[in-house]
């Protein structure tokens, strides 16, 4: 299974409403992760079964979708929200796959 | 509270092999799933397997089955991914995470800090 985010990059101000898009190369339900990640950290788990909150996660953050094509909500960008996003899919126990991220910028 | 500790930075020559340990506490070891995934410079993220510490099962991502090994020693609450063969192409920094087991499949949450391996002649 194929993930594709949209765009690669974006680059937004602080308060802005910002939207990124991950498209699956089948229907995987809802088994989609988003996850934030800083530079020189490890990845963080933001959404998990596309649209529910990981616990300690800020309500800004939402996502929607299902079947091949998802969405990951930020309401009103904050300044610790500047890093890249990536979407992962876990369809199945065999097979698990990353978009290739997208990089939030401050405009 | 859930931590993964991993070892420290290695650097390898082409042609060896690279074994890298994940430390996991604060929560029941064989309670759930081992990722790896790897990051190569300035690339996304990769998934290498996973590994089962309750029973020792594996299962490899189709690009490296044959070269890597995900092992576990649950008396230390400590799982290991070795790859062998090393090419340039694997230098990256490698992550372990904690896996929630679901009914059909499972769910990465929490991560380790990362393991940069560096293939060099």
């Known amino acids: 299974i194929q993930m594709t985010q949209s765009p690669s990059t974006l680059s937004a101000s602080v308060g802005e409403r910002v939207t990124i898009t991950c498209r699956a190369s089948q229907s995987i339900s809802s088994w989609l992760a988003w996850y934030q990640q800083k530079p020189g950290k490890a990845p963080k788990l933001l959404i998990y079964k596309a649209s529910s909150l990981q616990s300690g996660v800020p309500s800004r953050f939402s996502g929607s979708g299902s079947g091949t094509e998802f969405t990951l909500t930020i309401s009103s960008l904050q300044p610790d929200d500047f890093a890249t996003y990536y979407c992962q899919q876990y369809n199945s126990y065999s097979e698990y796959t990353f978009g290739q991220g997208t990089k939030l910028e401050i405009k | 509270q859930v931590q993964l500790v991993q070892s420290g930075a290695e650097v390898k020559k082409p042609g060896a092999s690279v074994k890298v340990s994940c430390k996991a506490s604060g929560y029941t070891f064989t309670d759930y799933y081992i990722h790896w995934v790897r990051q190569a410079p300035g690339q996304g993220l990769e998934w290498m397997g996973w590994s089962n510490p309750n029973s020792g099962g594996t299962n490899y991502a189709q690009k490296f089955q044959g070269r890597v090994t995900m092992t576990r020693d649950t008396s230390i609450s400590t799982a290991f991914m070795e790859l062998s063969r090393l090419t340039s192409d694997d230098t990256a920094v490698y992550y372990c995470?904690?896996?929630?087991?679901?009914?059909?499949?499972?769910?990465?949450?929490?991560w380790g800090q990362g393991t940069l391996v560096i293939v060099s002649s």
């Open positions: 995470a904690r896996a929630i087991i679901l009914r059909t499949n499972t769910l990465a949450d929490y």
